[in-house]
């Protein structure tokens, strides 16, 4: 049976000099019966590109595949269009605020608020809203799930099917709270940020594995019976990180330029070099940089100008280091 597709305008504000914030939906269901609805949301931050990827193969395969959706899916893949046209991260009004931390917003306040409001009651209800980030400028990142402490032990579990390379539980903390995950945790519909690199080298193998990850989890709620890879074995341990004493900072203390080692993803041991500081004027290396314990680097900077006390690295790391 053929999929229904239905494009709808969820949200839309007026803004100076006559232009309009428009947030639209684009919602595939199939035609009798739905066994429930997942949300895809991304588009938050305007310089952050592989969400519109990650949605492409989506719905490229939802439409390949027709016959095999058994619930709704909707794809949000700009939330920020007035930010993702200019590749500008905030949104590029006269205040410059961040949108992920204005929900669940306000129906009468500011065009900002009042965004974060529309989107808020349209995805409120859903089965789960998976928002979709990317690594910021210069840090290339593993394919993680983040979820908040409050939520995680509801959560957890579920976020496995996802097969992320890292669960990343947050503290809990007053900025969570205005994000749109936050914000839709905290009225009950289940939420997880997936964040995927897009500073490496090939965007659309990381966006496939994301995409994967996502019909395998849909696949697990009953929405698809199509291809998906198979979820993580029970006795599979994800990496995962639940105390901030699990993550090492790796910071530099000369200026430079940043030339880094391929370490991402990998299991360490305690002096590995991560990368050097080089002075290309003097022809000499600054520093190196070398992982201080045995972990996970799950976040590097990539090559890049650095000054002293610039992040290079985090480490998750090994159970029983100091």
């Known amino acids: 049976m053929a999929v229904i597709r239905q ?15 428009t947030v639209r939906r684009c919602r595939y269901m199939p035609g009798e019966g739905a066994a429930g609805r997942v949300c895809i949301a991304t588009g938050i931050h305007g310089d952050e590109m592989m969400g519109q990827l990650i949605a492409f193969g989506v719905v490229s395969r ?4 027709q016959e095999h959706l058994h619930g709704i899916v909707d794809v949000y893949p700009m939330l920020n269009p007035l930010g993702l046209d200019i590749g500008e991260r905030l949104v590029p009004a006269s205040t410059r605020l961040d949108m992920n931390r204005a929900f669940p917003g306000t129906p009468d ?47 957890a579990e579920q ?68 291809s998906a890879v198979e979820p993580p074995r029970a006795q599979e341990e994800i990496p995962t990180i639940r105390t901030q004493e699990d993550v090492l900072r790796v910071t530099c203390e000369h200026p430079g330029v940043y030339v880094p080692e391929d370490c991402i993803g990998e299991w360490v041991q305690e002096g590995r070099i ?23 680097v799950f976040s590097q900077r990539s090559y890049s100008a650095v000054y002293p006390g610039t992040l290079i690295a985090r480490l998750l790391r090994r159970r029983g280091e100091a």
């Open 62 to 65: 939802i439409m390949e595949q």
């Open 159 to 226: 976020a496995r099917a996802l097969c992320p390379e890292l669960i990343w539980i947050y503290p809990e903390k007053t900025a969570y709270e205005a994000s749109l995950t936050g914000a839709l945790c905290g009225l009950g519909t289940p939420a997880m940020i997936l964040e995927a690199d897009e500073r490496r080298r090939k965007p659309q193998e990381i966006a496939g594995r994301v995409v994967e990850g996502i019909f395998c989890k849909l696949r697990e709620m009953g929405l698809w019976t199509g």
């Open 7 to 21: 494009i709808t305008t969820v949200a839309s504000v007026a803004m100076p000099i006559e232009e309009k914030w």
């Open 274 to 296: 991560l990368g050097r500081i080089i002075d290309a004027l003097e022809g000499v290396v600054r520093e190196e940089i070398k992982a201080p314990c045995a972990g996970l």
């Open 109 to 155: 306040g500011t065009p900002l608020e009042s965004v974060c409001y529309q989107l808020v009651q349209d995805m409120r209800g859903a089965d789960l809203v998976l928002d979709i980030h990317a690594s910021t400028q210069n840090k290339s990142e593993l394919y993680e799930v983040r979820l908040n402490a409050a939520s995680a032990a509801q959560l």
